[in-house]
């Protein structure tokens, strides 16, 4: 890749303004500038860095994606045309672990009922046995990677033993223990929480459902961060109203934004959150340091960090 101009895709707006990344790469030794849909056909860049995909980028030369999970770009396509795509793993492990870890402190100590309660002027305070603490209970995390490894760090703070599942049975720093995706089930029995960090792909879409709803405690919660569809939603939705689970934390859903009609949205022990745990003030940086990182590597000959195709 000859690289001189790389662009940034209005669409990052989704996380932060294009304008904070371009300034903070001004330093670099190519041209980076802003690109607008409508502008596609005047612009000389080779490279883009986006957080939604346009069929045009099939004819540049490399894609990053400021999101981890790509289950929006077309990797055929990519790896067809030769169209480099890199990802933003590595960086969600702290703002994701946060935002987990706020989702079990609201069920323990009861803030997202305090909450409801408040928008009504209510004074309500809980049953003498709904209220719990951390230390001593279990979470079982589906997926050891950034966002594992960062859920692990910060929970197993707050003095939840952490569980891991995986593919393969090696130990991971963080975990009390590892079990493999094909026991699944033995690892969701017995915990008070199950947080799936899933990544999209064929394996994992539908992979929590009504079996592992079924074999939860029923005063477990489900937590997930990963991609909607990991979790069988209308299996969910049926645990939830039979009981079979006590409640849920879901910032990622099958559609996106979540249906007005949902009926997640009013079920008093689920928590519903905009796509948006890894959200911070700092993500065009994180960001920056990714793409420094892989011009770096362009000018020097080497391979790639965080290729995806
Ligand atoms: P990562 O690549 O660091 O980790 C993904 C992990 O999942 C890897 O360890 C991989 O081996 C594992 N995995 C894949 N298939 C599996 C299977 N069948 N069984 C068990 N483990 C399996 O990526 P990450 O940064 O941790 O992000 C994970 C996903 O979370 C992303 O792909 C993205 O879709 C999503 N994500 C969501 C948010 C958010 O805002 N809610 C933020 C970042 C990432």
Redesign the pocket.
């Known amino acids: 890749i000859d690289l001189e101009h790389l662009g940034v895709h209005r669409s990052v707006s989704t996380v932060f303004p294009p304008e904070e990344l371009i300034e903070t790469l001004e330093d670099l030794p190519v041209t980076v500038s802003l690109v607008e849909d409508e502008d596609h056909n005047d612009t000389d860049c080779e490279a883009i860095v986006t957080f939604e995909h346009r069929e045009w980028f099939a004819d540049l030369e490399w894609v990053h994606s400021v999101?981890?999970?790509?289950?929006r770009f077309p990797m055929d396509v990519f790896e067809r045309e030769g169209v480099v795509l890199t990802?933003?793993?590595?960086?969600?492990?702290r703002?994701?672990g946060e935002?987990v870890a706020g989702y079990l402190l609201a069920f323990s100590r009861r803030l997202h009922r305090h909450v409801a309660n408040q928008q009504r002027r209510e004074w309500t305070q809980p049953d003498w046995d709904e209220a719990f603490t951390l230390p001593g209970t279990t979470a079982c995390v589906?997926?050891?990677?950034?966002?594992?490894?960062?859920v692990a760090e910060v929970a197993g703070s707050l003095g939840v033993s952490v569980r891991g599942?995986?593919?393969t049975p090696e130990d991971v720093p963080g975990f009390d223990d590892i079990y493999?995706?094909d026991a699944l089930l033995e690892a969701v029995s017995g915990v008070d929480f199950v947080v799936s960090?899933?990544?999209?792909?064929d394996?994992?879409r539908g992979?929590l459902d009504a079996a592992v709803f079924e074999a939860m405690d029923e005063d477990a919660y489900v937590v997930n961060?990963?991609?909607g569809p990991v979790v069988d939603e209308a299996a969910l939705i049926d645990a939830l109203e039979a009981n079979k689970v006590a409640g849920a934390a879901l910032?990622?859903f099958e559609t996106e934004p979540l249906s007005s009609d949902s009926p997640l949205w009013a079920m008093d022990e689920v928590i519903v959150t905009p796509?948006?745990?890894?959200?911070t003030v700092d993500y065009y940086r994180d960001i920056a340091g990714l793409v420094r990182e892989n011009v770096r590597r362009l000018e020097a000959g080497e391979a790639f960090t965080n290729r995806v195709v």
Do not use: C, K, M
Request: no cysteine.
């Open positions: 999101q981890a999970g790509v289950d990802n933003s793993t590595g960086i969600h492990d703002t994701v935002t589906v997926g050891t990677g950034t966002l594992g490894q960062g599942v995986r593919r493999t995706t960090t899933l990544p999209l792909t394996e994992t992979l961060v990963g991609r910032d990622v796509h948006s745990a890894a959200f």
